[in-house]
Nanobody, 124 residues
Framework: AQLMESGGGLVQPGGSLRLSCTASGHTTFNTDCMTWFRQAPGMEREVVAVIDSLGSTTYADSVKGQFTISRDNAKYILYLQMNSLKPEDTAMYYC??????????????????WGQGTQVTVSS
């Protein structure tokens, strides 16, 4: 099973991007807990959004109201719509399946796997 992220790039502050994560050979995608997390240089990994198999979601406080996670189970694609982007959103963004999430989030896993990431840079 593989996950491949796309859609990153350079955007000005206040702009928007939509990230996609395409699953291949991932036969349990439709039932898996899917996650977007990010990591900036020198910073710890931050889980920003998670979605369970039924579409329930949880967001980190840092992106609540700004990011939207969604999934298309028919196409095996996970999305992250990012609006009103700020320089502090600059990071490598990864999608993961069944990875560890903070306590009391709608779903999570242990171990899991993730893609290679896509870089998001917010700068003027």
């Amino acid at each position: 099973a593989q996950l491949m992220e796309s859609g990153g790039g350079l955007v000005q502050p206040g702009g928007s991007l939509r990230l996609s994560c395409t699953a291949s050979g991932h036969t349990t995608f439709n039932t898996d807990c899917m996650t977007w997390f990010r990591q900036a240089p020198g910073m710890e990994r931050e889980v920003v959004a998670v979605i369970d198999s039924l579409g329930s979601t949880t967001y980190a406080d840092s992106v609540k109201g700004q990011f939207t996670i969604s999934r298309d189970n028919a196409k095996y694609i996970l999305y992250l719509q990012m609006n009103s982007l700020k320089p502090e959103d600059t990071a490598m963004y990864y999608c993961g399946a069944n990875v560890v999430t903070p306590p009391n989030w709608v779903c999570g896993g242990f171990g899991g796997f993730w893609g290679q990431g896509t870089q998001v840079t917010v700068s003027s």
